[in-house]
């Protein structure tokens, strides 16, 4: 159906092939994907498939594309319509008209089918794709699912026989991914279209998929041989690969199937290894006394430890009197002076004991480089002393304080800083007292309303220093408004928001980016500037942070990053860390994303959950909305899930998330009654 | 909404809308620009007050939730700024309107001989205020017609009637007006953003610098929706005989120079004699084009909407106010312009506000969007 001989395509002005010699034959009626780490084409390979390259983005291409025996130098996109429909990343970006229905329509009025063929046809697809309600409603007012459908619907009405589809799940909520996917199975199955997509989450379409096409090599075969070579996998390719099993699963009910003997193997320990570990096994999901609040201080161990090149410090931060001294060192005089902080925020005393309960370790694949201290679980386990008393002292730590903390970690280098814990692991969902007097952010009640919908209803939130928070819910359940509330773009109708003692929309803005900062859904909104060195000044200049202090956090998080690349030209992962660096130059205590891992590739994530992981025990409070429940499962201490803007549950992650389905991580499915929740967690018991 | 009288008119009762009873259209802009032609015959406060109650009835009556039904309210500020305006400019340009009312005296500022006519400041009179406020309601009230015609009917549905050779054009023109919304989100978006950088929100600086990405994202957008709709067909043509093809190109070329020429016969003094004639003959070549043209076009119409007995009706209604009140003002100017000076209190003519009053039959016909949810 689609042949590719020998295909490379160029862009002008690259130095290399963009897809270099592919061949590839994809037969009639196959739902195809492709996979591949961000930048090897696989969007260019899709585009060549609808003619849309080189028609439409010029560049050459050399070798030839057919499809349905035509051949794409020879037709351009629009004569290729009737055989090949096209939707791209963005649904928003692909509507010509303003309503369902006639969206549905445009296409087979380009191709001039008669209008009782089209008005059959656009009843069975709103009745395919469940859109039947929604056929008279402007497609502006539909939420991001209802758009994806009807983006694949308006391509499925002039029935092509091939369907090609560039990530259209990476922007939906798990539900609404399942349902966009069930209909392409219907496709491939009832309707025999052969269906090409490229997504990058592949732990939700793997097992759908008859053959892997794996880029940048160009190979295809079936899903199980490719995932065995691939660079990119799910966590249940994961878990299979760690397990020896093969044929690798890659579905959980096969992975189940097989997971009988290292459920056995798991039983007698908790996905604790670290640090907990040794302490005795006890359960994640139970929060249980001891040995989690054995675990728990690990965190704060490490959280001050960056402050200096410090192997005592961990031990010395963890009685209470130790805490004080900690600013004298670090403050560093200048930036400190810049940052008044209000008495609330002060809490970083505390926060050696609102521990990353539990980092889930083993996500972290840079095991081999990380020295596990030996000498630190001796000091970390001195819980008692821990839970209470740092409340008066982190009392009386100055003020100043906080801000600079973050900071010094950064000024490490990763090495010193960040990569030390990375490999902080703990569990035990937050044996943290949840009643600190004084918690990062504070939000009671809180009620948004936009005309005359109700974005939120009587929201509470607390978010203590050093602690995860992952929001999840479906498109539209209010993530993003809880998220623009708490920087105070939004202001509360009731209730009320505080974040470090500051209420957030009547705080001017060059104070309130030293409280709290937040990488928007789109970074891009984040960066003006033409090129990262400009950005960074910019970033320093806005913050009032000493020069350079943006670049060196750039360089840390991103290396490699030439100082005249434009922002444009950087990778989705690069320009998402480079607006992180931008925020945290201000130094917030608390640190929001919004949709942090659309568009990474697993490299990417994978880095992000290493960064997030570093600043959370650098005594970071983060909240990010995401609907990819394996980040959340990797990062998160507490998930909180808002349906229909009120908060449905709020707790432990692996509470919460093994749960309900819909959020559980693929781990936690597999080995079922246990408490494991990733990859690493499992890897680092098997030990 | 309710059909005003009881039960045994039940069968008459609009039906809730949907797709296949929608109202052409055509006709709601017949129907406004009835009632904007009707506005533009009087200066009678108490009929000008009467057409924008009329049409303001309809739209609320009538509008739907969609984002383009909200352009209302924008046309009813635009019309009060335009009063305000012609008040302002009466006030310190002064008017040609006598009176001797004097409000009160501005310093007059002395100009040249040479400008004749032109007078800043003096004496303000209540005859001149009236006076500008009649003229600036009419001019309201022709707006608030338009808005209304804006709010009620869907600008893309209108497109569905044009002509086949100028479908694609119209998609084009209807896909460009979009981005008008989608810039002004972008524009919101990143000066929220802004706020996360720690800038100040407003001010000349914030829109300059969000301006660039704002261009930006609107000319990716839109490279975006153009791959979209090559993609999805757009532009198809059909092969036609080459000699098909020139004879269109003939007869469009050739039919609207003859529409100039005619115009400008018809305006020139001398040529009034050939003028009408060329100017028909231009407009017949023209859309003979158009029709040979659309046979290149391969497009058909999902569900263009039909021009129904409601649609007359509505239509009708608004050709009927305009029709009436054309008679009025032949019949009883002086009831349609009520007098300056001197002064005198505007009456209401029963028979011109009757027929107003027939604008509102697409309250009671046109079908009764669904409550939203």
């Not at chain 1, 992650?653 to 819909?662: F, I, K, L, M, Y």
């Not at chain 2, 039906?15 to 009678?44: D, F, I, K, V, Y």
């Not at chain 2, 009060?80 to 302002?88: N, S």
């Not at chain 2, 120079?257 to 050939?274: H, I, N, Q």
């Amino acid at each position: 159906m689609i042949r590719f001989e020998n295909v490379s395509v160029t862009y002008t002005g690259a130095s290399a092939p963009t897809l270099a010699a592919v061949d590839l034959e994809v037969p009639e009626g196959e739902l195809v994907l492709l996979v591949g780490p961000s930048g090897v084409g696989k969007s260019t390979l899709l585009g060549a498939v609808s003619g849309l390259v080189p028609h439409f983005t010029g560049g050459t291409l050399r070798g030839r594309v057919t499809v349905d025996g035509r051949d794409t130098r020879l037709h351009k996109p629009r004569e290729l319509a009737d055989v090949v429909g096209t939707v791209g990343q963005d649904p928003l970006a692909h509507f010509v008209t303003d309503t369902v229905e006639d969206e549905l329509a445009y296409g087979m009025e380009s191709l001039g089918l008669a209008p009782e063929v089209m008005r059959r046809r656009v009843e069975e697809t709103l009745d395919l794709l469940g859109l039947a309600e929604l056929r008279d409603r402007p497609i502006a007012t539909l939420s991001g699912g209802q758009q994806q459908r009807v983006a694949i619907g308006s391509v499925l009405t002039p029935h092509p026989k091939v369907l090609v589809l560039d990530e259209p799940t990476s922007a939906l909520d798990p539900g609404a991914a399942e349902d966009v996917l069930a209909v392409l199975q219907r496709l491939v199955h009832d309707l025999g279209t052969t269906v090409l997509m490229a997504e990058h989450r592949l732990e939700r379409v793997v097992q759908y998929a008859d053959r892997v096409v794996l880029l940048p090599e160009g190979v295809m075969g079936p899903p199980a041989d490719i995932m065995s070579l691939s660079p990119v996998f799910p966590p249940v390719v994961d878990l299979g690969r760690l397990a020896g099993w093969s044929p690798l699963p890659l579905t959980v009910r096969d992975a189940r199937r097989r997971a009988g003997d290292l459920r056995a193997r798991l039983a007698g320990r908790a996905p604790a290894p670290a640090a907990a570990g040794p302490t005795g096994p006890t359960g994640c999901s139970a929060p249980p006394a001891s040995g989690s609040a054995a675990s728990g201080p690990t965190a704060p161990g490490a959280g001050p430890g960056p402050a200096g090149p410090t192997a005592g410090r961990g031990g010395g931060s963890t009685p209470p009197a130790s805490d004080p001294a900690a600013p004298g060192p670090t403050a560093g005089g200048g930036p400190a002076g810049l940052l008044p902080h209000p008495a609330p925020s002060r809490n970083w005393g505390l926060r050696p004991q609102t521990p990353a309960p539990q980092t889930p370790a083993g996500l972290n694949m840079p095991a081999p480089t990380d020295p596990r201290p030996g000498p630190r679980p001796p000091t970390l386990r001195t819980p008692a002393g821990l839970n209470t008393p740092p409340q008066g002292a982190g009392a009386a730590a100055p003020v100043e304080e906080p801000p600079t903390r973050p900071r010094q970690g950064f000024g490490k280098g990763r090495g010193g800083g960040i990569s030390r814990f990375w490999r902080r692991r703990t569990d035990a969902p937050a044996p943290v007292p949840t009643s600190t007097p004084s918690p990062l952010l504070a939000v009671d009640a809180l009620g948004v309303r936009r005309g005359r919908v109700e974005a939120l209803r009587r929201v509470d939130l607390r978010v203590r220093a050093g602690e995860t928070v992952a929001l999840m819910g479906r498109n539209g359940a209010g993530k993003s408004t809880l998220l623009n509330a708490l920087v105070g773009t939004l202001a509360p109708t009731s209730g009320s928001v505080l974040v470090g003692g500051r209420v957030p929309h009547r705080t001017a803005p060059q104070e309130l980016i030293r409280e709290v900062g937040l990488v928007p859904q789109e970074p891009r909104d984040l960066l003006y500037a033409d090129t990262v060195a400009a950005e960074c000044a910019a970033a320093d200049a806005d913050a009032g942070a000493p020069p350079g202090t943006c670049r060196a956090l750039v360089s840390e998080l991103v290396p490699g990053v030439a100082d005249d690349t434009h922002p444009r030209d950087l990778s989705e992962g690069q320009r998402l860390t480079l607006a992180l660096a931008v925020v945290l130059t201000g130094r917030p205590p608390l640190l929001l994303l919004d949709e942090p891992t659309r568009g990474l590739d697993y490299a990417a994530k994978g880095r992000l959950v290493r960064i997030l992981t570093g600043l959370a025990a650098e005594g970071h409070g983060i909240v990010l909305a995401t609907h990819d429940v394996e980040l959340a499962a990797e990062l998160a201490h507490r998930v909180v899930i808002l349906a229909d803007g009120e908060v449905v549950a709020d707790g432990p992650a692996a509470e919460v998330v093994t749960s309900s389905p819909a959020f559980a991580p693929q781990v936690a499915k597999i080995l079922a009654p246990g408490p494991w929740l990733t990859v690493g967690q499992v890897r680092e018991a098997l030990r | 909404m309710a059909f005003p009288s009881g039960t045994t008119l039940r069968p008459l009762r609009a039906p809730e809308a949907n797709r296949s009873n929608a109202l052409h259209a055509g006709a709601w802009w017949l129907w406004a620009l009835g009632l904007a032609t009707a506005a533009s015959r009087t200066t009678n406060p108490l009929l000008l007050g009467l057409l924008v109650g009329v049409a303001g009835y309809v739209v609320a009556a009538r509008r739907t939730d969609a984002p383009w039904a909200r352009s209302y309210g924008a046309f009813v500020k635009l019309g009060l700024f335009v009063v305000a305006v012609r008040l302002v400019f009466t006030m310190a340009l002064g008017s040609p309107i006598p009176g001797t009312h004097v409000l009160f005296t501005v310093p007059e500022v002395p100009l040249p001989d040479w400008v004749q006519g032109v007078r800043i400041g003096g004496r303000f009179t209540a005859e001149q205020l009236v006076f500008a406020l009649y003229d600036g309601a009419k001019l309201a009230t022709l707006l608030i017609c338009v808005g209304a015609a804006n709010a009620l009917a869907n600008p893309a549905r209108l497109l569905k009637s044009l002509p086949g050779a100028l479908y694609e054009a119209g998609v084009a023109v209807v896909v460009a007006m979009t981005f008008a919304p989608n810039m002004v989100a972008d524009v919101v978006r990143l000066r929220t953003a802004r706020r996360l950088r720690g800038r100040p929100t407003g001010g000349v600086k914030a829109v300059l610098q969000i301006g660039l990405p704002v261009l930006e994202g609107a000319l990716e957008r839109s490279i975006a929706v153009a791959a979209s709709m090559d993609a999805r067909g757009y532009g198809r043509t059909a092969e036609v005989p080459a000699a098909v093809r020139r004879t269109t190109n003939v007869l469009t070329l050739g039919g609207l120079l003859g529409v100039c020429a005619g115009s400008y016969g018809l305006l020139a003094a001398s040529g009034a004699g050939y003028g009408f004639p060329v100017l028909v003959g231009g407009l017949l070549a023209a859309a003979g084009g158009l029709a040979l043209g659309g046979r290149r076009s391969v497009r058909t119409r999902y569900r263009p909407d039909r021009w129904g007995v409601r649609a007359w009706l509505v239509a009708g209604s608004g050709v009927a106010v305009a029709a009436l009140m054309i008679w009025a003002a032949a019949y009883d100017p002086g009831a349609l312009h009520p007098g300056v000076v001197p002064l005198t209190a505007p009456q209401l003519p029963l028979w011109p506000a009757l027929s107003v009053l027939v604008g509102l039959v697409p309250a009671f016909v046109a079908p009764v969007p669904k409550e939203s949810s």
